[in-house]
């Protein structure tokens, strides 16, 4: 088992920028890719970014390539979501997922382990 625990989420201006972090204990956490997803009200989880198990290659969603940047610190167990130029549509709730396989987080949408969500919400 893996236990994951987001943070870092809050309400920010629009253009401001927040940085989310998920915490993973159990199984090794270099065993796993990584990766966020999020869940607007009234829309279905949608994909952000993924990284691989050494950090050597990384994945965007179209909506935040250029704007968010996932990185892994496998020392400390920990997933990283640098958020820069936040806007209003990407209020929602973002979730944390480790996976063994990559291609299951990156083209499925799916992952064995999830977190439980933490709030992110760009208004001014």
């Known amino acids: 088992q893996v236990q994951l625990v987001e943070s870092g989420g809050g309400l920010v201006q629009p253009g401001g920028s927040l940085r989310l972090s998920c915490a993973a204990s159990?199984?090794?956490?270099?065993?796993?890719?990584m990766g966020w997803f999020r869940q607007a009200p009234g829309k279905e989880r949608e994909f952000v970014a993924a990284?691989?198990?050494?950090?050597?290659?990384?994945y965007y969603a179209d909506s935040v390539k250029g704007r968010f940047t996932i990185s892994r610190d496998n020392a400390k167990n920990t997933v990283y979501l640098q958020m820069n130029s936040l806007k209003p549509e990407d209020t929602a709730v973002y979730y944390c997922?480790?996976?063994?396989?990559?291609?299951?987080?990156?083209?499925?949408?799916?992952?064995?382990?999830w977190g439980q969500g933490t709030q992110v919400t760009v208004s001014s």
């Open positions: 997922a480790a996976d063994l396989s990559l291609d299951q987080i990156r083209r499925l949408g799916e992952a064995d382990y």
């Open positions: 159990g199984r090794p956490f270099s065993n796993f890719a």
């Open positions: 990284i691989t198990w050494s950090g050597g290659s990384t």
